[in-house]
């Protein structure tokens, strides 16, 4: 079921797969810095399959069919305010109860919503090639971006997925490679996670390497468990769909649900 609701002070869409207990948790998902509901793709109906719970998709305020960005770049709070965005979405949309699966940015957002505990609390939280500051490898990744929206065919594929393809592209793309974005950091927010947390990447992510998930995992407690994979990039849910699926099963069993 798709619909819009305003959150956040913006209209966005989500759409709602399968159907599960009242009282059950819901597998929420957060996409990438250039995502948005549609990019997910199958993957929801996967999600669902493999756990036998709802799965919640939506686009973040300047993606997919949600309203578009007015400016950018945006604000250097933009991740946090992520976070509030997607508490207020869940508050209007009832889910009580959320297990957030986030990729890349969506990643970071979801982290960040644990981290500080915001209403309502992440049961449990699966995080797909995040990053907690930056690295020369998305830097440089992030350029290499900017030149095939501009000179190549990523526009022209990406306009498919978002009713403003510029809000989308610049409003990542802009925001990440400001200066003042060189030093970003919130590892130190990291040691308010009290859920069960789950990290995934691949070995070959050329947004970051392996050292996000050593800081992540440092702060967010000794329980965190790592999936590192091979023959997988940036998106692990396309590159290796069922080693995620096997993750997210392992994180759930650890997710206390409250009575």
């Known amino acids: 079921m798709k ?14 797969t399968g159907l599960g207990a009242a009282d059950a948790p819901v597998v929420v998902l957060l996409h990438q810095g250039l995502g948005s509901m549609g990019l997910w793709r199958d993957f929801p109906r996967h999600v669902h399959e493999a756990t036998g719970l709802r799965v919640l998709a939506y686009s973040r305020w300047g993606y997919g069919q949600s309203d578009p960005l007015k400016s950018f770049p945006r604000s250097a709070r933009w991740m946090h305010e992520g976070a509030e965005e997607l508490a ?11 297990v957030l699966l986030g990729h890349s940015d969506g990643a970071t957002i979801a982290l960040l919503h644990a981290a500080h505990r915001l209403a309502p609390p992440a049961l449990g939280v699966l ?6 500051f930056l ?4 830097i440089v990744s992030m350029a290499k971006a900017r030149a095939a929206y501009e000179e190549g065919e990523l ?6 997925f978002h009713a403003d393809v510029d809000s989308a592209f610049y409003g990542w793309n802009v925001t990440w490679l400001m200066p003042s974005m060189r030093g970003w950091n919130v590892e130190a927010e990291l040691a308010g996670i009290e859920c069960p947390v789950m990290l995934v990447q691949g070995v070959s992510d050329e947004y970051g390497t392996p050292a996000q998930l050593d800081a992540i995992r440092a702060r967010a407690g000794s329980g965190t468990e790592i999936a590192l994979l091979e023959n997988c990039g940036h998106s692990p849910h396309v590159d290796q769909r069922a080693a995620v699926l ?14």
Do not use: C, D, I, N
């Not at 207020?88 to 959320?98: I, T």
């Not at 096997?246 to 206390?256: D, E, F, I, M, Y």
């Open 88 to 98: 207020a979405l869940l508050a209007a949309l009832g889910v009580a109860r959320p």
């Open 155 to 160: 526009r022209q594929k990406l306009a498919r």
């Open 135 to 138: 690295e020369r490898e998305g």
């Open 127 to 132: 995080a797909m090639a995040p990053h907690v």
């Open 3 to 16: 619909g819009f609701v305003e959150a956040g002070g913006h209209r966005l869409e989500y759409e709602w």
């Open 246 to 259: 096997s993750a997210l099963k392992r994180l759930l069993a650890k997710v206390k649900v409250p009575a």
